[in-house]
């Protein structure tokens, strides 16, 4: 494993475990379970550009525990996920204004030749290991879509 992020997380369980707090004991399992098992399943080490991806994909899921949770009336399943996305989200950078995510997307149309949604993969695939973790990609997705169709 590699010794940043992943180190951090399991510093932090070591901390809530010795604190008991169980809840963030819990969260901080599902994040270094994911990791092992994306160790085990392809046998590499999870580094840190991974680990953000992994964590930016758990916060997106539990987004969309969230809306679902609403919908169905279940408040207190929604507080949970919520909280979990807190835990997680103290392990991601900081996320970016829309002022600098809008700036970083003109920077990657200008750097990209295509023209129209030909140009969508290029422009994304620059973008997103400048943005992993420190925005939600679906959202830019779309923030990008809009202006190779405008």
Do not use: C, W
């Amino acid at each position: 494993m590699s010794d940043t992020l992943v180190q951090a997380i399991k510093t932090a369980q070591k901390t809530a475990m010795k604190a008991r707090q169980k809840e963030r004991v819990a969260t901080l399992r599902l994040i270094l379970s994911e990791f092992k098992r994306i160790e085990v399943d392809e046998r590499i080490d999870v580094g840190d550009e991974r680990a953000l991806a992994v964590l930016d994909k758990m916060v997106k899921q539990r987004r969309d525990s969230i809306e679902q949770y609403d919908s169905a009336g279940r408040q207190e399943l929604a507080d949970q996920e919520r909280a979990e996305i807190a835990i997680i989200q103290e392990f991601l950078p900081e996320q970016l204004s829309a002022d600098e995510i809008n700036s970083m997307i003109d920077a990657a149309l200008a750097a990209s030749d295509a023209q129209g949604m030909a140009a969508m993969g290029a422009v994304m695939g620059q973008l997103k290991p400048q943005l992993q973790g420190r925005a939600d990609m679906g959202a830019v997705s779309q923030l990008v879509k809009a202006k190779l169709q405008g």
